[in-house]
């Protein structure tokens, strides 16, 4: 789908609800939001869809957007949502998906007619776009929902996916009216005090391979409980092992709902986090991985080491008892790296349920081109 195709969807249509994913971030939300005042402008009626996940960080550019339920003949279309896997619980709970989406991820599988755009670094830049091709003026509220949208998915433009088109956006949204700096002094400028106590905790732990090139960090659910740190405290924390000095590749591997686990990689030149993750059946940016871990399965596993074809490549498991499970991958009579999972197992080849590590698993993807 093009941009002129999305404008004469978006002229053709009424009644708008906009659906934001899973773990609700800002360039979702504040693409959602300045898509919705847009829509507004045109004289149709739009909202975005309650997210359970929504935190008060966010409410000022939600303010009077949000519907708890689904209006009659609703158009139901998505902002920065790259597969169903990432619909909310709520958008879940009532059975719905998109019929029109609106994204930046080159993996997009979303099976609705969509406008992707993979070489904009964040889907603000996008819906700035439309929102000009459709004869939207950008007022204050818009501009700052679109300023959220691309300076936090762009790390306050230090990342890698920053472009001069990102830049040329942000500047004609402070053109636009936009107040930037409580944008900035409150989403890169302000850590609580559980999110200190956090950062201390996962320096204590952190793990570091490759001669200090891959940082691992591992939070359990219980360490949100034990700081009392929010979602809101959590923000950005992903790319927290990367900031370390010498750290190229950073690992988050975090306990998220119902027990199961998810690994936010965040890599520099020359790794690439889509190919790592790609083993194993992740997607999304090529610098920035967000891989769901449920039910990975050993035999998949053994087929990644084995497919980096290096000779003498030797992987060898051990299924124990209460649940865990151990592997170990050797080359020749040097041990490259050793790996346990604790978990139910489900079929003997299986790990389902309960919060696992992958500590080294990644790194050793990472690194084994460069390093062996």
Do not use: W
Request: proline share 3%; aromatic share 8%; hydrophobic share 45%.
């Amino acid at each position: 789908m093009t941009r002129a195709e999305f404008c004469a969807f978006a002229r053709a249509h009424d009644n708008f609800v906009i659906l934001t994913h899973r773990r609700p971030d800002g360039d979702t939300i504040g693409s959602a939001g300045a898509l919705c005042l847009g829509l507004r402008q045109l004289g149709k009626t739009a909202f975005v869809l309650t997210n359970e996940q929504f935190t008060p960080r966010f409410d000022p550019f939600l303010d009077g957007l949000v519907c708890e339920a689904l209006p009659a003949g609703a158009t139901v279309i998505s902002a920065d949502i790259a597969s169903e896997g990432l619909l909310s619980f709520d958008a879940v709970r009532m059975g719905l998906t998109p019929v029109c989406a609106v994204d930046h991820h080159g993996s997009n599988s979303l099976a609705c007619p969509k406008l992707v755009e993979a070489d904009k670094a964040a889907c603000g830049e996008i819906i700035h776009a439309i929102l000009l091709e459709l004869g939207v003026t950008v007022t204050k509220r818009i501009a700052e929902c679109l300023y959220v949208a691309i300076s936090t998915d762009t790390g306050c433009f230090k990342f890698s996916n920053t472009t001069s088109n990102t830049h040329r956006t942000a500047a004609a949204l402070i053109e636009a009216g936009a107040d930037v700096y409580p944008i900035n002094k409150l989403f890169f400028d302000t850590k609580s005090f559980s999110r200190l106590r956090m950062e201390a905790k996962l320096t204590e732990t952190m793990e570091f391979y490759a001669d200090g090139t891959v940082g691992v960090c591992v939070m359990p659910k219980r360490l949100l409980a034990e700081f009392s740190a929010t979602e809101d405290d959590l923000d950005s924390i992903s790319g927290f092992a990367r900031s370390i000095e010498g750290v190229r590749i950073g690992v988050m591997i975090r306990e998220v709902e119902d027990g199961l686990g998810k690994i936010s990689l965040r890599t520099e030149a020359p790794y690439d986090a889509a190919q790592i993750c790609g083993l194993l059946g992740g997607g999304g940016h090529p610098q920035q991985l967000i891989l769901g871990l449920i039910g990975i399965l050993l035999s998949r596993v053994q087929l990644c080491l084995h497919s980096l074809q290096l000779p003498g490549l030797l992987v060898e498991e051990a299924i124990l008892f209460l649940g865990v499970c151990r592997f170990s991958v050797r080359l020749g009579s040097r041990c490259l790296l050793r790996c346990s999972f604790r978990g139910g197992l489900l079929g003997g080849v299986g790990l389902h349920g309960r919060f696992f590590c992958l500590r080294g698993l990644f790194c050793f993807f990472a690194h084994s081109r460069s390093s062996l």
